[in-house]
């Protein structure tokens, strides 16, 4: 199979684009760096904070532990965080500048309930518009669509910055290009030294949190609970390595991840079982590495139809990813890669996301299941046909239904889940 170079070149954006590292869950982090952000432009303390999220902000931030903050919980926190203690130019590691000092401002400032949550109505699954006040003087930024993205930047009436309308309009357009037998074709070709640092950084920054998960207590321990109970054969520890990384990302670990898709816990599923498989079959690091690329790209794939946030888990997609580079090691064919997952989508392809919490864990052990049993039945050329529910006549038409229905079929579903969520 042969790609152009300027395909080939495309696709490493990509990578470069989605591999970032993050400290914590990326909607709150999201939250903290527009925080910190509008701080900066403010000049001064905010006095009051007036917070609005589209509900899949909400429900990914108001559960879970907001890193380097002592165990704090939820959105009040990260925005407080953000614009106490946090630097924006870190990013999506905006958190890493806070103190002690500045923790003692920020539950200061949680008593004083000077931060209001408001839902935004609002097109966009990922939109974030925060204002903050002190005295005479306020700044509003809004992030849009992904969890840096900057729109609209006011202070004091005057626009700073415009939202650039264009982009909003589908801000991954160009990910569409990507299918499997191109995939397959850039990890054979690619030159490592382009996306070597790259991957190298991603199994680094995992397998550290990975450890940290199942060397210490964290959420429900999901990772410590696999091997407890089920061993440590090669398919648990390659489950446990990626449900360990989200138990302690989950709970307020402060080790960065690096993410794909906009999220941590992906980027953990994605990456991990890759490459505790490759150290197990003994394969080289440059096989490892392409695998990575398979991987990596085919959860982009998978998430450009659905979009960053949604109602359908992405655990599944990092799941379907992590299987197929672990099939590339083997060497399997394009049709029993096809097949393994379409099988895999085709099984818990109906997982819901009822937002970022310790259960995101043991969703990914799950979906880890599902895709290794959708490549063994492939390998034996047994599989799910078109026409049997949501699967189509191939692969592309599959994950084309896929993102169908996660993305226009679920939004009700959506909904109902957020309303679930805040009802008491």
């Not at 300027?6 to 591999?19: A, D, P, S, Y």
């Amino acid at each position: 199979m042969a790609i152009t170079q300027e395909t080939c070149q495309l696709f490493t954006r990509f990578l470069e684009e989605e591999l970032v590292p993050a400290m914590g869950c990326t909607e709150p982090i999201a939250i903290a760096y527009g925080a910190a952000y509008a701080r900066r432009l403010l000049g001064k303390t905010p006095t009051a904070y007036d917070v609005q999220c589209s509900g899949n902000i909400i429900k990914n931030a108001m559960a879970v532990t907001v890193p380097q903050t002592g165990g704090l919980v939820g959105i009040q926190a990260a925005v407080l965080s953000g614009a106490i203690g946090g630097d924006a130019d870190r990013a999506l590691e905006v958190l890493t500048t806070v103190t002690e000092e500045d923790l003692v401002q920020v539950r200061q400032a949680m008593e004083a309930g000077i931060v209001t949550v408001r839902p935004l109505d609002t097109t966009h699954t990922l939109h974030i518009i925060i204002r903050e006040t002190a005295g005479d003087d306020w700044v509003s930024v809004e992030i849009l669509d992904t969890h840096t993205g900057l729109g609209e930047v006011v202070k004091n009436g005057e626009v700073l910055r415009q939202r650039q309308e264009t982009v909003q309009e589908d801000p991954y357009a160009q990910r569409r290009c990507l299918n499997l037998k191109d995939i397959l074709a850039y990890a054979d070709t690619v030159d490592l030294d382009d996306v070597k640092e790259l991957l190298e950084r991603q199994v680094a920054y995992n397998m550290a949190i990975s450890q940290e998960g199942l060397s210490n207590p964290w959420g429900a321990s999901v990772g410590q609970t696999l091997l407890r109970y089920t061993g440590e054969d090669l398919r648990t520890r390659m489950k446990a390595a990626a449900a360990a990384g989200s138990d302690a990302r989950m709970n307020g670990c402060t080790l960065p991840v690096i993410i794909n898709s906009g999220s941590g816990n992906q980027g953990i599923t994605v990456s991990l079982p890759v490459a505790v498989y490759a150290e197990h079959i003994g394969a080289s690091h440059e096989k490892m590495l392409r695998a990575l690329c398979v991987a990596n790209l085919l959860a982009i794939h998978q998430k450009t139809g659905i979009g960053r946030l949604s109602a359908f888990c992405g655990a599944v997609c990092a799941a379907t990813g992590a299987v197929a580079g672990i099939a590339y090691l083997d060497g399997a064919s394009y049709e029993v890669m096809s097949q393994a997952i379409v099988n895999s989508l085709g099984n818990v392809g109906g997982m819901v996301c009822d937002g970022a919490k310790s259960s995101c864990a043991a969703k990914i052990a799950s979906s880890l299941e599902s895709a290794l049993l959708g490549y063994e039945m492939a390998k034996e050329q047994r599989g799910f046909t078109n026409g049997e529910g949501i699967v189509k006549a191939d692969v592309e038409a599959t994950i084309a239904s896929v993102g169908r229905m996660a993305a226009a079929g679920m939004r009700s579903t959506d909904r109902e889940i957020l309303e679930i969520m805040v009802s008491p």
